[in-house]
């Protein structure tokens, strides 16, 4: 039976970076997730006509949402749901189901790499027919419902067996239960040289993935140990897990520590990769040797023809404006379309829906192509795999010779986390308005050469977005701020910094943006504001 419950609007329903966020407990308030589940689904019309996915990365609470979620569809009549075997799909591979199956949309159940619990995080991915998460303008139309909803439908059906692949039904609407693998695992033979990856992980190569308790983990295990020849226990921490096992599931250089000790101490590893809690984020990592995401990104560009898949040539290639310069340097030397959006992974969505770009990524530790409409963590670990194959060089002679060749970004990310909102909020207006006033400013030996907010216009529907506000210095070193959109505790200013070398290769990071974390701390006031003296976090 149907039942229309009366409810009334929670008013902290807006999407942020990616999806809805929150603590899990505000999400399992009463009729929270109903209501905005029924916000969304008050925003498509024909819903009779309309199949949707359902997934999630294991988390706590996803197993029940997934249920409500089932019942609220059947309540409003939805054609069909395609539901991962468990209740599990990777964010990745979410998109791909989406685009394969031509669906209307999907739900995928995760914080990303937000750690997971009772007393932690969940969220909610809503992606659209283009396999990626809704655009501004849909976010903003199911905001306004969640503001004025007073009522949801529901089903009183029993909870449906996710455990065995197969169909059934909720009142009208058909249900299937999906292996959410095997596709996407075809998918990724389709682009790589799979014979190649086998003939070298089963040579002498040590290899280690990390799934981080995430959703990964029975992807890598069946690519990597069964289909590609690794040895047993490549992959660790590959059971996702409804608290990831207390794991932060963030793959850098401060949560994934465990597997940063391994690469760097003795015996270590040739090559390394861990994934976030729903697949989309990687690190790679070489013996004795970190890649900064933003430089993945430039080093895979400029290797794409050793893909089968990217071989006959690429459209362009496109990063977010935090990331740094390195892929631009390549873009350029390579003559390809190159592109600057906000942060966000739906931001690059019309410009592979419009052809304009193959190869995207972002600092925050995510790559991807236009195979799918999200980034995707297993596709950039196979792709430096292949690279490594192809060439059988190190990871570091990987880097080192791409450095030689562009010069080198030094970057890092400062977050300051957990600021009073209004707090981070006057600091950035006054920032912002203050900009004009840093052009021709020195600090230290860095002289501003330009400084404004980052405008983003939309190459295919013509909308504009702010998104952060960026620093020139005349030695091509930049300073990028913004605010955080994905977060759960207070505010997070982060801040980006970034300087272009072509001598000193192999210097520490730390050391060589000394001076500019400090001038970045200065700029924008943030000890005198919060009176944090340093960063939270550093990657
Ligand atoms: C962060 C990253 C951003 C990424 C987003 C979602 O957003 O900076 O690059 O797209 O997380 O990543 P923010 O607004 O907190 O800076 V995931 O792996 O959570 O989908
Ligand atoms: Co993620």
Sequence with gaps: MIETIQTVPYTDQKMGTAGLRRKTQT??????????????FNTIPNLAEKSFLIGGDGRYFNKTAIQKIIKIAAGNHVKKLYIGQNGLVSTPAGSHIILKNKLDGGFILTASHNPGGQKEDFGIKYATKTGGQCQPSESQAIYEQTLAIGEYKISDHPDIDLSHIGRTQCEETQIEIIDPITDYLNLMQQIFDFPKLKSLLTSNFRFVFDGMNGVTGPYAKKLFEEILGAPAGTVIRATPLEDFGGVHPDPNLTYAKSLVDLMYGNDAPDFAAANDGDGDRNMILGQNFFVCPSDSLAILTDNYKLIPAYR???FGVAKSAATSMAVKRVADALNIGYYEVPTGWKYFIHLMDSNRITICGEESFGTGASHIREKDGIWATLFWLSIIAETRKSVKEIALEHWKKYGRSYYL???FENLPQDVADK???DLQNKLPSLI????????????????????????????GLIIHFRDGSRIVYRLSGTGTNGATLRSYIERYVTMDLLENPEDMLKDLCRISRQISEITLRTGKERPDIVT
Excluded: C, K, W
């Design 27 to 40: 999400a399992m308030q009463p009729h929270y997730l109903e209501n905005f589940i029924q916000s969304i």
């Design 440 to 467: 021709g400013q020195t600090f230290g030996s860095f002289t501003v050469s330009d400084a404004y907010p980052f405008v983003y216009n939309d190459p295919v529907d013509n909308s504009s977005t702010q998104n």
């Design 312 to 314: 006959n040539g690429i």
């Design 413 to 415: 990310r400062n977050d």
């Design 427 to 429: 600091l950035m207006t």
